[in-house]
């Protein structure tokens, strides 16, 4: 008996639906954005008392924005591609006229958005039904993201930095929510929550209006429940923006394109080195038989090396350390006990670290890329777990890895903080549970601005397997 086969949670029918399937119902008249809309506020009403997601819920701006959606396809009119969909914000993105707390109201006390982010711009242009803030872990510079449950397991965490957001989504209290990943933060919870979580490539979508944690580090983008709802919602949020001085002008392609045409030939490599070296058996067992369901759906694995990754954990921490650092360094010195303890801490780690040190982080992190390029150079992905253990209990400072208690930060975003130090497009995608009915997560790291290839893949795989159809035990 094995975890991937056996020990699992059944399936049942979904109560709502994905984003996919409610465009489709608004188009054949079986659903109304004002009936989705009043169902997911419902569900916030009944379910996320038990889960603390949100930390303020859009209801009155949610309802009126569903009926203008509602109004338009009345009409014939199409808004957007996202047009009467719900969509949950993580508390980092900025909304005109509403706080933007990044999960530290003494910090952020007083706080008052002057202009939507360029994220919610593009999110209310394509139709969006905005349905409120989630709660992220103090200044995304974690991943606990308390006081916020995992669905699956409520003594357990969601992970972080976009716990909130994860846990709307996995218990459906919303169809799709925006995330941020520095080390790893949307992809270790949607990985712990059951989810799909996309960190598309550095600069692929605009950072303007996003409460910073690390300026080279940060990346924007969504959580969901399928690979296709993750294709989506990037196609909705994509693209070059002038006024964030990290994104990049390149052509944004057509994601739902080719999602569907398989991946007959595609060449997904599986590192011999690090990703694999620390897992629990279980982890391994599930990305392993993965990896079998992409081979019989045409792919070729290929064993190779990752030079350099291994570097990865002293590079970001010394990088999102100082670039903190450097973001809160005026508040730090008038007002350090405005702080959490923890976060307080880390940023005053990071004010210790030279200006050599970073310097020289910045160099090795040259590294790790170049590494990540000479192994791309001979496949089209990589496949690695998305974490190396299942999700840790909620208030616990340290998790067991490796036989020993080691704190939890480090462990959840060891496997993921690689694709951030290069800049490379990843999706986390569910592959199976434990024995206690905990999710587990395949990653799938791809070449620069071939967020095409990732979600093909995963798209793939979905087909073949039923994982991101099971629902946590709320009702």
């Known amino acids: 008996m094995t975890a991937v086969e056996d020990i699992r949670p059944q399936a049942s029918a979904v109560t709502l639906p994905t984003v996919t399937e409610a465009l489709a119902a608004f188009e054949a008249g079986t659903l109304s954005p004002v009936e989705l809309t009043e169902q997911v506020l419902t569900r916030i009403d009944r379910i996320d008392p038990l889960l603390e997601s949100y930390v303020d819920v859009f209801s009155d701006a949610a309802r009126a924005k569903a009926r203008i959606v509602e109004d338009a396809i009345r009409r014939g009119d199409c808004i957007g591609p996202l047009q009467g969909i719900p969509v949950a914000l993580k508390d980092l993105y900025d909304v005109a006229g509403l706080p933007t707390l990044a999960g530290s109201p003494v910090v952020r006390a007083g706080h008052c958005a002057e202009a939507d982010s360029a994220v919610v711009r593009k999110l209310r242009a394509a139709g969006a039904v905005l349905t409120g803030k989630t709660v992220t872990h103090e200044f995304a510079f974690g991943v606990v993201s308390a006081p916020t449950r995992n669905p699956w397991d409520r003594d357990t965490i969601p992970g972080g930095s976009s716990g909130g957001s994860a846990a709307a989504v996995s218990a459906q209290l919303c169809l799709a929510a925006m995330g941020s990943d520095t080390g790893g933060s949307i992809r270790i919870p949607a990985g712990l929550c059951g989810l799909v979580g996309l960190k598309p490539t550095y600069g692929r979508v605009s950072k303007r209006g996003v409460a910073e944690l690390s300026w080279t580090l940060d990346h924007t983008g969504p959580l969901t429940r399928t690979v296709a709802d993750a294709a989506v919602l990037l196609q909705a949020i994509a693209g070059y923006d002038p006024g964030d001085p990290s994104s990049v002008d390149e052509a944004v392609p057509d994601y739902l394109a080719g999602l569907h045409a398989g991946i007959e030939g595609l060449r997904v490599g599986v590192p011999s080195n690090f990703f694999f070296d620390q897992v629990d058996t279980e982890v391994g067992d599930a990305v392993h038989a993965a990896l079998a369901v992409l081979v019989d759906a045409g792919a070729t694995l290929v064993e190779l090396a990752v030079p350099h990754v291994e570097l990865t954990a002293e590079v970001v921490t010394t990088i999102v350390g100082v670039e903190a650092a450097a973001i809160h360094q005026e508040h730090m010195r008038t007002s350090p006990e405005a702080y959490s303890a923890d976060t307080r801490r880390r940023l005053l780690a990071g004010e210790l670290i030279s200006g050599t040190t970073y310097v020289n982080a910045q160099r090795v992190r040259r590294l790790v890329a170049a590494g990540f390029r000479a192994a791309l150079s001979d496949v089209d992905v990589l496949a690695t777990p998305t974490l190396p253990v299942t999700a840790p209990a909620f208030g616990a400072d340290t998790t067991p890895f490796g ?45 620069p601005f071939d967020e095409p290839t990732l979600l093909a893949a995963g798209q793939a795989y979905q087909r073949r397997t039923d994982w991101h159809t099971r629902q946590p035990p709320l009702g």
């Open 403 to 447: 036989g020993a208690e080691v704190p939890v930060m480090p462990v959840l975003s060891r496997l993921t903080a690689p694709a951030n130090a290069a800049g490379l497009p990843a999706l986390a995608l569910p592959c199976g549970f434990s024995g206690r009915g905990l999710p587990l997560s395949l990653q799938l790291i791809g070449r």
